[in-house]
């Protein structure tokens, strides 16, 4: 059990110290996610909408420019929090191949991954929150930041299982981009104004989706929505631990080069 959570903390320690190092993820979560907000903000008229939430069963009339930030700041989230997972994943197998020769345990690795993740989207829902609460009127700040980091922890977990399965880097960028691009248009009230695309509530953003705005621009709070994100996150990660399990760690070919070009030891009398 100590050993476990020896390992644990030691691999958490690695895995957010590779997101600090990860400069352009950094510039991304610190830069990215306050212009994203600015634009929708600049690039949506102020025109009175009304749009329809399943999750309060009721229509909701708001600012254009205010639903549209809502729906970019989790998007933006989305994209970040993917993104930081994916990359240090991706990066960190090689040495994750090599803890594993060295006899470190599977299950504390990716808990300590997740634990990454979390902590991961609980930052930038709060960083996005306080960009939210000064950019527009926000009705519930806590419930916000609740859908907020749903969103990080769903592709979060996405971006943790592509990081163990795609094998190039540049695949794992497409997948991550594509599929947020889809699911934050589909959710966009804006574009979507009645939600009636087929296949809306299986997505990952649904549930999140609908507690922000509701959060936001409404006086309900429909709890039960957040949970579907953690639902999307516990799946993901419970491939990611299937995809590390059925993982038989290998030596490099570097390594097994060296090991077989060394000279053999000389029989005695020759």
């Given at each position: 059990?100590?050993?476990?959570?020896?390992?644990?903390?030691?691999?958490?320690?690695?895995?957010?110290?590779g997101h600090l190092r990860n400069r352009l993820a950094m510039v991304l979560a610190v830069a990215f996610i306050p212009i994203w907000i600015a634009v929708a903000r600049l690039c949506t008229s102020d025109q009175v909408v009304?749009?329809?939430?399943?999750?309060?069963?009721?229509?909701?009339?708001?600012?254009?420019?205010?639903?549209?930030?809502?729906?970019?700041?989790?998007?933006?989230?989305?994209?970040?929090?993917?993104?930081?997972?994916?990359?240090?994943?991706?990066?960190?197998?090689?040495?994750?191949?090599?803890?594993?020769?060295?006899?470190y345990p599977r299950l504390p690795m990716l808990l300590a991954k997740l634990a990454a993740v979390a902590l991961t989207a609980a930052l930038l829902a709060l960083y996005t929150t306080i960009l939210l609460w000064i950019s527009?009127?926000?009705?519930?700040?806590?419930?916000?930041?609740?859908?907020?980091?749903?969103?990080?922890?769903?592709?979060?977990?996405?971006?943790?299982?592509?990081?163990?399965?795609?094998?190039?880097?540049?695949?794992?960028?497409?997948?991550?981009?594509?599929?947020?691009?889809?699911?934050?248009?589909?959710?966009?009230?804006?574009?979507?104004?009645?939600?009636?695309?087929?296949?809306?509530?299986?997505?990952?953003?649904?549930?999140?989706?609908?507690?922000?705005?509701?959060?936001?621009?409404?006086?309900?709070?429909?709890?039960?929505?957040?949970?579907?994100?953690?639902?999307?996150?516990?799946?993901?990660?419970?491939?990611?631990?299937?995809?590390?399990?059925?993982?038989?760690?290998?030596?490099?070919?570097?390594?097994?080069?060296?090991?077989?070009?060394?000279?053999?030891?000389?029989?005695?009398?020759?």
């Open positions: 059990m100590r050993l476990s959570w020896t390992a644990f903390t030691e691999l958490l320690r690695c895995t957010l110290r009304r749009i329809w939430l399943d999750a309060i069963d009721a229509p909701v009339s708001a600012r254009a420019s205010q639903v549209g930030q809502v729906a970019s700041a989790l998007g933006a989230v989305t994209l970040v929090a993917g993104f930081i997972t994916f990359t240090e994943t991706f990066l960190s197998r090689q040495m994750d191949r090599r803890l594993l020769l060295a006899g527009l009127p926000v009705r519930h700040a806590g419930p916000l930041a609740l859908a907020l980091a749903g969103a990080g922890l769903a592709y979060g977990g996405i971006g943790l299982l592509l990081g163990s399965l795609v094998r190039g880097e540049l695949e794992g960028f497409f997948l991550i981009i594509m599929l947020s691009l889809v699911d934050t248009g589909v959710q966009n009230p804006v574009f979507n104004t009645l939600m009636d695309v087929a296949g809306v509530s299986a997505l990952p953003l649904y549930g999140v989706t609908q507690l922000a705005l509701s959060s936001a621009l409404s006086p309900h709070v429909p709890w039960s929505h957040g949970l579907l994100s953690l639902t999307w996150s516990a799946a993901t990660g419970a491939l990611a631990l299937l995809v590390l399990h059925t993982h038989r760690p290998s030596r490099s070919p570097s390594l097994r080069r060296t090991s077989t070009s060394q000279p053999r030891p000389a029989r005695d009398g020759r």
